[in-house]
């Protein structure tokens, strides 16, 4: 049986682990927000996410769960496979995780700031409440549009970010990335192909205040 990570009403700073009867896995609780499941290594990620999450009320009580996976990017976030089967206001969904040992999962994440890695989280989040908003056939043909319109996609969900008051995270998530010397390469060339620029962001910043 799978167990949920719940929220319950305690303030931000006591925030805490607690062990999950189930190996790798982890309950946390925190304040009633998004209900995430937390897969084996993902822990270290739960206060990042946590203080992301706090600018998404759209998100409350949709389920999410945390996994690693051997990915080509950092990150990504999707609808469960199950999706086409759920109303839209049960769907679930995954934010994946890289684990794969050419994007210097390690070093990458190990070196990160908070800052930065709130950011990228909070690009993620926004997929997702892109996705919320799309019913099943919407998000069939979003999916489509994603392999040929990648770009406006990326930079529209940055542009999510930025309004939820994530402008100054993705700058620093952005200047470590390319500045990084464990950043893959590969993934430079599409972070630098599909998504907002360090300038772009900075003036969509200004227009967001």
Do not use: C
Not at 34 to 55: H, R, S, V, W
Not at 89 to 109: K, L, S, W
Not at 169 to 197: G, W
Request: proline share 5%; hydrophobic share 35%; charged share 25%.
């Amino acid at each position: 049986m799978k167990r949920w990570i719940r929220f319950v009403k305690v303030p931000f700073s006591y925030s805490r682990l607690l062990p999950n009867k189930r190996k790798h896995e982890r309950v946390i609780d925190f304040p009633k927000r998004i209900i995430f499941k937390f897969k084996k290594d993902t822990g270290k990620f739960a206060q990042p996410l946590l203080a992301a999450a706090e600018k998404f009320p759209e998100l409350h009580g949709v389920h999410i769960t945390i996994r690693r996976k051997k990915i080509g990017t950092l990150m990504a976030a999707l609808p469960t496979p199950n999706f086409l089967f759920r109303r839209k206001e049960n769907r679930r969904y995954v934010i994946f995780i890289t684990d794969h040992p050419q994007m210097n999962a390690g070093p990458i994440y190990n070196s990160m700031s908070n800052k930065a890695m709130i950011g990228v989280l909070g690009h993620e989040l926004s997929h997702i409440l892109s996705y919320s908003t799309k019913n099943n056939l919407e998000l069939i043909w979003f999916g489509i549009e994603y392999v040929f319109n990648r770009k406006n996609i990326e930079a529209d969900t940055d542009i999510i970010a930025i309004s939820k008051g994530f402008g100054n995270e993705l700058i620093k998530y952005n200047d470590y990335i390319h500045n990084s010397p464990h950043t893959n390469s590969k993934y430079l060339k599409i972070k630098n192909k599909y998504y907002l620029t360090t300038t772009e962001i900075e003036q969509n910043t200004l227009k967001a205040i």
